[in-house]
Nanobody
Framework: QVQLGESGGGLVQAGDSLRLSCAAS????????TGWFRQAPGKEREFVAS????????YYADSVKGRFTILRDTAVNTVHLQMNSLKPEDTAVYYC??????????????????WGQGTQVTVSS
């Protein structure tokens, strides 16, 4: 199995950028569909972005499309989430996830097999 660990969260101002990282250990990420989810206080966990096993296809939630980019760095077995033009509504705990499932379409939380512990992102107005 794979272990996931997120880093890179913090407190920023609206309009700033952050780069989250999810380092994997135990197995190579190239055999997993990987993605990012977030959960704001009082809300359910929601999909942010995901990439297919080979990194060919990337999917984004409408709320982050054009601002966030999911990137895989196979050399260091890490998946990043580059977040630009951050907004207060992006405030949440961000989780990375990995799934043995494959096929087209975004990763759903129900299909995720492994989760990281989460990293807090707070965007002030």
């Amino acid at each position: 199995q794979v272990q996931l660990g997120e880093s890179g969260g913090g407190l920023v101002q609206a309009g700033d950028s952050l780069r989250l990282s999810c380092a994997a250990s135990g197995r190579t990420l190239s055999i997993y569909t990987t993605g990012w989810f977030r959960q704001a206080p009082g809300k359910e966990r929601e999909f942010v972005a995901s990439t297919t096993r080979d990194g060919t296809y990337r999917y984004y939630a409408d709320s982050v499309k054009g601002r966030f980019t999911i990137l895989r760095d196979t050399a260091v077995n890490t998946v990043h989430l580059q977040m630009n033009s951050l907004k207060p509504e992006d405030t949440a705990v961000y989780y990375c996830a990995a799934s043995m499932s494959y096929g087209p379409g975004p990763l759903t939380s129900g299909k995720a097999d492994y989760w990281g512990q989460g990293t807090q992102v707070t965007v002030s107005s």
